[in-house]
């Protein structure tokens, strides 16, 4: 089992930039896909960015490609969110999350451990 922790959110001007990190636990963190998704007031949860287990390969939303960049540190148990020219429509609470299938998922239902969120907020 992991739990995942997210931080890093907060308040930021349009064209300011934001790193979220996600702390998981359990030992076999290694093994598993994670992914960034991110839900706005009114809307629904949707996909921003998976990185695999090995962190080789990456999946972006079109809304972050050139913009947000998914690492991850495996010695660390950590994933981050690099977050650069954001808008106001970023604007949401940030879900961490880990899926069982080790490569890139892009949908919810892939993913099996949830974080609290974290949120942030863009101001134009």
């Given at each position: 089992?992991?739990?995942?922790?997210?931080?890093?959110?907060?308040?930021?001007?349009?064209?300011?930039?934001?790193?979220?990190?996600?702390?998981?636990?359990?030992r076999?963190?290694?093994?598993?896909?994670?992914?960034?998704?991110?839900?706005?007031p009114?809307?629904?949860?949707?996909?921003?960015a998976?990185?695999?287990?090995?962190?080789?390969?990456t999946?972006?939303?079109?809304?972050?490609?050139?913009?947000?960049?998914?690492?991850?540190?495996?010695?660390?148990?950590?994933?981050?969110?690099?977050?650069?020219?954001?808008?106001?429509?970023?604007?949401?609470?940030?879900?961490?999350?880990?899926?069982?299938?080790?490569?890139?998922?892009?949908?919810?239902?892939?993913?099996?451990?949830?974080?609290?969120?974290?949120?942030?907020?863009?101001?134009?």
């Amino acid at each position: 089992q992991v739990q995942v922790v997210e931080s890093g959110g907060g308040l930021v001007q349009a064209g300011g930039s934001l790193r979220l990190s996600c702390a998981a636990s359990g030992r076999t963190f290694r093994n598993y896909g994670m992914g960034w998704f991110r839900q706005a007031p009114g809307k629904e949860r949707e996909f921003v960015a998976a990185i695999n287990w090995s962190g080789g390969s990456t999946d972006y939303a079109d809304s972050g490609k050139g913009r947000f960049t998914i690492s991850r540190d495996n010695a660390k148990k950590t994933i981050y969110l690099q977050m650069n020219s954001l808008k106001p429509e970023d604007t949401a609470v940030y879900y961490c999350a880990a899926s069982l299938v080790a490569g890139t998922a892009s949908n919810l239902s892939e993913y099996d451990y949830w974080g609290q969120g974290t949120q942030v907020t863009v101001s134009s």
